[in-house]
């Protein structure tokens, strides 16, 4: 029988501007991915959200991002590595005690938008985020891109990683994701959608030439932000588990 985590990022509400359906999202995912502060979300959503997943039992995660509310953590930073780091640990610090206040515990962490990105190939950059992640917690695994450098630094420095891999996003040729500036970055197609689902349980991911590449993945990301989140989400979770597929949380 196959198992499959199903991950979203949320908590990234912030003052009077709601983003996004947590309690529905959680419902019908494994893992939680919760903001940290510096890209979304502010300490009363944050601790809301961290409720909501222990009420539907689902797993938190730190989703530390870079300094940018403005642009959503989506942009790049040049940034000094050592800067970087005490950010992640700061962010993940947060979390941590928040999640504690409810109760729950961080249990894994995953990356945010462009820092995410940046990490598949920028060495620096994803040895600061390695480095934070040992000096918080060297038993937080890290959800990660396929074959980038944060998964070889990692695993050179002894951290586990977690393969991820997305619903609702293209792929490149190489294995990488076509950047949001491209629009036809985003799938809406929830057939489409469902048939990328299906091929990464499996082991494959069609890019968007058609190329068919392998892939292995520990965890599928629902973002919460796409458009028509929650009904896509269910459906997800109700075909896989129709077709005996476990979803469970790797943490």
């Known amino acids: 029988m196959s198992v499959i985590d199903l991950n979203s990022d949320v908590g990234e509400s912030f003052g009077n501007w709601t983003f996004g359906d947590d309690a529905a999202i959680l419902a019908n995912v494994s893992s939680a991915n919760v903001a940290c502060g510096f890209h979304a979300g ?107 450098a944060v998964e070889r630094i990692a695993a050179e420095a002894g951290l586990r990683t977690v393969a991820e891999a997305f619903a609702d996003r293209a792929y490149r040729p190489d294995g990488t994701l076509v950047p949001r500036s491209d629009p036809d970055a985003v799938l809406h197609d929830i057939d489409r959608i469902l048939d990328h689902v299906f091929r990464l349980v499996d082991g494959t991911v069609r890019a968007a030439d058609g190329t068919v590449l392998p892939v292995t993945a520990g965890s599928i990301c629902v973002h919460g932000d796409t458009p028509g989140a929650v009904a896509m989400a269910e459906r997800i979770h109700r075909e896989l588990t129709a077709r005996g597929v476990v979803v469970q949380s790797f943490a």
């Not at 790049?76 to 640990?89: H, K, Q, S, T, Y």
């Open 42 to 148: 502010d300490p009363v959503g944050i601790r809301a959200t961290v409720r909501a997943a222990v009420r539907t039992g689902t797993t938190v995660g730190a989703h530390p991002g870079y300094r940018d509310l403005a642009g959503f953590g989506r942009r790049f930073i040049d940034m000094d590595a050592g800067e970087l780091r005490d950010d992640v640990i700061y962010q993940i610090g947060a979390l941590q005690a928040l999640a504690r206040a409810e109760g729950a515990a961080v249990r894994y962490v995953k990356p945010h938008g462009a820092l995410y990105n940046t990490i598949v190939r920028h060495e620096a950059q994803a040895r600061a985020v390695v480095d934070a992640v040992l000096a918080v917690d060297p038993a937080l695994p890290l959800l990660v891109l396929p074959g980038s």
